[in-house]
């Protein structure tokens, strides 16, 4: 067997195994066991098509006029007359609901002489009446009022209602498509709703919605969001229960891609390091890989100290500033000595309250797992919000990173986290985007909850802790940020006209690339 024909190494046998151990096996669904790699590569993209302006305008008019959008949600809108605009690399579309349970989406232009209906969310509405002349239509499009009707000569009134796209629904969320030949929402997400069971989308609202400006092709961000291939080396603090070359599982389903994040399930993980001073809290990490400890002395001082005892001192981008140690990791300078949450409560999952609860509901754990005690710990929160589902989930579905990407530009994330992300194009600039993060988080069994309907917008130039409603999430995206805008900056400059990705480790890049290149093409 030649190399080429040599099958992609899939973690599919060790991830079987884990799903055998869990406490909960018998409610762990079928698509938690469907298997489906890629066949290896090699995959090669032209770098032109992050960094060249032809592929901006190729995408316009055949990646963004033609595809299924996830455009907003259900609690952005909580009267009927509430719009919001959806722009899209210089396309604009405005999403109205316009009944009780209806809503209808439009090309976000008036038909007299062009100018956006709404550059902003409007609540209430009863009309959309355009700022400049006055032209104005109802809730479902339909022509209302055209001030000195008398100067327009032939013009049909049943001609000018405003041209719409189509929409679609799923889980709560709103979709628009711009081609009127485009196959339906349904057939185009096929049998995603199945990866949902235990606590469908349908069953949740939006708790936090943040997006910022990034300096990078779109492309380049939400590629790095796709993998978990960078943990080891951008945020080696977040790694628990053991780290091995292969920890996460990919699988590629129509038009949709997915990982399973679980840890190491083959080695011999972590070295046991003696455990830090934990009153130090985020201002003191261990390198898990190495033993190099990073500490924060204060004024953006960070103390790196070797398992020899030598150290060097640096400031939060990893510049040198004194010591025999003259190079250290930015993520981690970065992750202790960099701005912290103002509340560095915020986002925390667990009270002590709940571990100690936790830990007595399992006879005090000594016989279970750390994989299966964090699970018991997270149902024992979840029983106060969705208690008849609580018990019977999973110790996988509560102790993995189920992430999915759904073609071309949404990410919503399986099981029982929170995270959906969604990446686009700032305005018509190809140099930047918008990357947005949202929280879906389980609607209380008693219905009380309060959805929230306005974006926390970030500069390129804040910090990401100023979002504290994300938590210590906050906190790991400026170590994905400290990568990005060199990464692109490295794209622009590099020698070679591909970048190659990984068989098994890349799939979901691969498979979006192969997407991309049947609906968008080169030329």
């Given at each position: 067997?030649?190399?080429?024909?040599?099958?992609?190494?899939?973690?599919?046998?060790?991830?079987?195994?884990?799903?055998?151990?869990?406490?909960?096996?018998?409610?762990?669904?079928?698509?938690?066991?469907?298997?489906?790699?890629?066949?290896?590569?090699?995959?090669?993209?032209?770098?032109?098509?992050?960094?060249?302006?032809?592929?901006?305008?190729?995408?316009?008019?055949?990646?963004?006029?033609?595809?299924?959008?996830?455009?907003?949600?259900?609690?952005?809108f909580e009267h009927v007359g509430?719009?919001?605009?959806?722009?899209?690399?210089?396309?604009?579309?405005?999403?109205?609901?316009?009944?009780?349970?209806?809503?209808?989406?439009?090309?976000?232009?008036?038909?007299?002489?062009?100018?956006?209906?709404?550059?902003?969310?409007?609540?209430?509405?009863?009309?959309?009446?355009?700022?400049?002349?006055?032209?104005?239509?109802?809730?479902?499009?339909?022509?209302?009022?055209?001030?000195?009707?008398?100067?327009?000569?032939?013009?049909?009134?049943?001609?000018?209602?405003?041209?719409?796209?189509?929409?679609?629904?799923?889980?709560?969320?709103?979709?628009?498509?711009?081609?009127?030949d485009a196959e339906s929402l349904?057939?185009?997400?096929?049998?995603?709703?199945?990866?949902?069971?235990?606590?469908?989308?349908?069953?949740?609202?939006?708790?936090?919605?943040?997006?910022?400006?990034?300096?990078?092709?779109?492309?380049?961000?939400?590629?790095?969001?796709?993998?978990?291939?960078?943990?080891?080396?951008?945020?080696?603090?977040?790694?628990?229960?053991?780290?091995?070359?292969?920890?996460?599982?990919?699988?590629?389903?129509?038009?949709?891609?997915?990982?399973?994040?679980?840890?190491?399930?083959?080695?011999?993980?972590?070295?046991?390091?003696?455990?830090?001073?934990?009153?130090?809290?985020?201002?003191?990490?261990?390198?898990?890989?190495?033993?190099?400890?990073?500490?924060?002395?204060?004024?953006?001082?960070?103390?790196?100290?070797?398992?020899?005892?030598?150290?060097?001192?640096?400031?939060?981008?990893?510049?040198?500033?004194?010591?025999?140690?003259?190079?250290?990791?930015?993520?981690?300078?970065?992750?202790?000595?960099?701005?912290?949450?103002?509340?560095?409560?915020?986002?925390?999952?667990?009270?002590?309250?709940?571990?100690?609860?936790?830990?007595?509901?399992?006879?005090?754990?000594?016989?279970?797992?750390?994989?299966?005690?964090?699970?018991?710990?997270?149902?024992?929160?979840?029983?106060?919000?969705?208690?008849?589902?609580?018990?019977?989930?999973?110790?996988?579905?509560?102790?993995?990173?189920?992430?999915?990407?759904?073609?071309?530009?949404?990410?919503?994330?399986?099981?029982?986290?929170?995270?959906?992300?969604?990446?686009?194009?700032?305005?018509?600039?190809?140099?930047?985007?918008?990357?947005?993060?949202?929280?879906?988080?389980?609607?209380?069994?008693?219905?009380?909850?309060?959805?929230?309907?306005?974006?926390?917008?970030?500069?390129?130039?804040?910090?990401?802790?100023?979002?504290?409603?994300?938590?210590?999430?906050?906190?790991?995206?400026?170590?994905?940020?400290?990568?990005l805008p060199y990464v692109y900056?490295?794209?622009?400059?590099?020698?070679?006209?591909?970048?190659?990705?990984?068989?098994?480790?890349?799939?979901?890049?691969?498979?979006?690339?192969?997407?991309?290149?049947?609906?968008?093409?080169?030329?």
């Amino acid at each position: 067997m030649s190399a080429l024909e040599k099958p992609v190494r899939t973690m599919d046998e060790a991830f079987e195994r884990l799903l055998d151990e869990d406490t909960h096996k018998e409610n762990i669904s079928d698509a938690l066991r469907r298997n489906n790699p890629m066949p290896p590569g090699p995959t090669l993209v032209p770098v032109a098509r992050y960094t060249d302006r032809r592929y901006h305008e190729l995408e316009r008019e055949k990646l963004w006029k033609k595809s299924w959008l996830m455009a907003c949600h259900e609690d952005d809108f909580e009267h009927v007359g509430d719009c919001v605009p959806y722009d899209v690399a210089g396309l604009s579309f405005l999403i109205v609901r316009s009944e009780e349970d209806e809503y209808k989406a439009f090309y976000n232009a008036c038909l007299h002489r062009g100018r956006k209906l709404r550059e902003d969310r409007a609540k209430g509405l009863d009309e959309l009446r355009c700022p400049f002349h006055g032209w104005a239509w109802n809730l479902d499009g339909s022509l209302k009022q055209i001030p000195c009707a008398y100067d327009y000569q032939g013009l049909n009134r049943d001609e000018e209602s405003l041209p719409e796209v189509q929409v679609g629904r799923w889980g709560r969320f709103i979709f628009i498509n711009a081609d009127p030949d485009a196959e339906s929402l349904e057939d185009f997400l096929g049998d995603l709703s199945s990866h949902f069971e235990l606590l469908p989308y349908e069953r949740r609202y939006k708790s936090a919605h943040v997006a910022k400006i990034i300096k990078a092709n779109w492309k380049v961000v939400q590629e790095a969001f796709m993998e978990s291939y960078h943990v080891l080396m951008t945020h080696p603090q977040i790694l628990t229960g053991g780290a091995h070359d292969i920890c996460t599982k990919y699988d590629a389903f129509g038009n949709y891609s997915r990982a399973i994040r679980c840890g190491a399930l083959e080695g011999n993980g972590l070295p046991p390091w003696e455990p830090l001073p934990s009153e130090k809290g985020m201002e003191i990490v261990r390198h898990p890989l190495n033993g190099d400890v990073y500490e924060h002395l204060g004024d953006g001082v960070v103390l790196l100290t070797k398992k020899d005892g030598r150290t060097g001192k640096f400031d939060v981008d990893a510049k040198h500033i004194e010591g025999e140690i003259t190079d250290a990791n930015p993520h981690l300078c970065n992750w202790v000595g960099g701005l912290q949450l103002n509340n560095p409560g915020q986002g925390r999952i667990l009270s002590s309250d709940t571990k100690r609860k936790a830990q007595a509901e399992a006879g005090g754990g000594k016989n279970m797992s750390a994989r299966a005690m964090g699970a018991e710990m997270q149902r024992q929160m979840l029983a106060d919000v969705v208690p008849s589902i609580a018990d019977t989930i999973p110790d996988i579905e509560l102790t993995a990173s189920v992430f999915f990407t759904v073609f071309p530009n949404w990410h919503p994330w399986g099981c029982f986290n929170q995270i959906n992300y969604r990446f686009r194009p700032n305005g018509d600039n190809h140099e930047e985007c918008i990357m947005e993060c949202m929280y879906l988080t389980p609607i209380p069994e008693d219905g009380e909850y309060e959805p929230v309907r306005e974006i926390h917008w970030l500069t390129a130039e804040d910090d990401y802790t100023e979002a504290s409603e994300l938590g210590q999430l906050t906190k790991i995206f400026n170590q994905d940020l400290r990568n990005l805008p060199y990464v692109y900056d490295g794209l622009k400059a590099t020698a070679r006209e591909h970048v190659r990705l990984a068989d098994y480790n890349e799939l979901k890049l691969r498979h979006w690339h192969e997407m991309y290149e049947k609906q968008v093409g080169d030329s």
